[in-house]
């Protein structure tokens, strides 16, 4: 049997940190973080609630809109479309496992989890570092310096000794 593979949660993800990904050429796409402020296009599938079409709107605003809105990706309109119905649907009481299973397969299909962004080779844009401030002198010592190195005792009784 073999192991791996080109599907998605088949193996590691890939690391677009990683020396691998570097020797195997293996370049991730930056989403941006301010979002997609473009119009969306319209709903694709037939009789959309109003639900629907809010979280469309919403769906679209996401980073992953920025791609999904690049020509030639026109074909996954009707996958984040579905998307959009299924996690309406998942809002219900009464869903079942099943419904919520197929939300996630289209979540990753669509780039909206860690494994779909992996596999799609994109990758969500880090912010700024954080500047951080050193820890303000309260005359505290610190753990390191409170820790005591003691020396292995010989007097511990053996196996076989009789006290």
């Known amino acids: 049997m073999t192991h791996g593979g080109a ?4 193996g590691p993800a890939p690391n677009p940190l990683s020396g691998r ?31 629907e079409l809010t979280l469309w709107r919403d ?19 009707g ?5 959009v ?23 990753d299909q669509i780039g909206l989890t860690d494994a779909g962004l992996a ?4 990758t969500a844009a880090r912010s700024a570092p954080r500047s951080v401030d050193p820890p303000a002198q309260t005359g505290q010592r610190s753990s390191r310096d409170r820790i005591t190195v003691v020396a292995p005792v010989d007097d511990q009784p053996k196996a076989g000794d009789v006290g």
């Open 85 to 107: 119905r299924q996690f309406v649907r998942c809002e219900s009481e009464d869903v079942g496992a099943a419904h919520v299973a197929q939300l996630h397969r289209f979540a």
């Open 7 to 10: 599907r998605l949660r088949s």
């Open 79 to 83: 996958i984040v479309a579905m998307y």
């Open 59 to 77: 769906v679209w605003k996401l980073p992953q809109g920025h791609i999904w809105s690049q020509p030639g990706h026109e074909w996954r309109h």
């Open 21 to 51: 990904s570097d020797r195997f050429g293996l370049n991730f796409r930056e989403l941006p973080t301010e979002g997609y402020s473009g119009k969306p296009p319209s709903f694709p599938l037939e009789k959309p609630t109003k639900r």
């Open 119 to 122: 596999g799609m080779g994109w």
